[in-house]
């Protein structure tokens, strides 16, 4: 692929998986949006639950694999390898328009908020959940994680650095901001119906499996100073100290 091609292809899957992450936010709050987590018709809703629950494992299983050393490795084999993080940008960006497209709501509520007050203070937690997610890529590097670093060095003649292991602001305190942002936005919401707690609930899982081998593959790429971040900083929740099963995940990797 040419130098400027690839800068296209990069650029226009930044916006589609950034615009999937905006829809998706806009789908979970019912906010603005023509389809949404508690829009249209129910049906039966075994059935519903079914499609909605293999919704969320194409969601994880296209994450997971992706992001898997692996897999970079047999991809880069058919793409530059500056093309690969934005391949993986138009996979989720496929697979949120899939969700939104194939999803079917299931009636229900679990709660509902009707003070406009405590509405709109949960509608504000739950969305800010989502703006932490946002900062947090930033702390990182938003323009590699989202693939845009990487084909603007490819487009410039300059060789890709991985980026340096590093713990700023959020990073001090928690390991995974980004799921934690991910936590809040999913399950703070002033009306939750059935099909939203299934949401929630196959996000968190995903969480929970996804930061499992991921904190694999970090320690392989850092070895001990990794663990020993592990070891000193909470995952999700600040305070709450490392968790059992980081000793597991240092003696597999």
Do not use: C
Request: avoid cysteine.
């Amino acid at each position: 692929m040419k130098r400027t091609t690839v800068l296209l292809y990069g650029v226009t899957n930044y916006l589609l998986g950034a615009g999937g992450l905006v829809y998706l936010i806009a789908f979970i709050f019912n906010l603005f949006a023509p389809v949404t987590v508690d829009s249209g018709e129910a049906g039966n809703p075994y059935i519903a639950a079914a499609i909605d629950i293999g919704l969320i494992a194409l969601f994880g299983v296209q994450h997971s694999i992706m992001a898997r050393p692996r897999f970079k490795q047999w991809i880069m084999k058919y793409i530059p390898h500056a093309a690969e993080r934005s391949t993986f940008m138009l996979a989720t960006a496929i697979v949120v328009l899939t969700i939104v497209l194939l999803w079917e709501p299931i009636p229900g509520v679990i709660w509902k908020i009707d003070d406009a007050a405590y509405y709109n203070t949960v509608l504000a937690v739950g969305l800010s959940g989502w703006a932490l997610v946002f900062y947090s890529t930033f702390l990182i590097n938003h323009f590699d994680l989202f693939g845009l670093r990487q084909v603007w060095l490819y487009f410039t003649g300059k060789p890709y650095t991985p980026l340096p292991f590093k713990l700023n602001a959020l990073y001090k305190l928690i390991r995974h901001p980004i799921m934690t942002g991910i936590f809040i936005g999913s399950w703070f919401t002033p009306v939750m119906t059935v099909g939203h707690l299934v949401l929630s609930i196959g996000l968190s899982a995903y969480i929970l499996i996804g930061v499992y081998y991921e904190e694999r593959d970090l320690v392989r790429n850092f070895g001990d100073r990794y663990i020993q971040y592990m070891k000193s900083t909470a995952k999700f929740i600040p305070g709450f100290g490392r968790h059992s099963g980081d000793t597991a995940i240092s003696n597999q990797a």
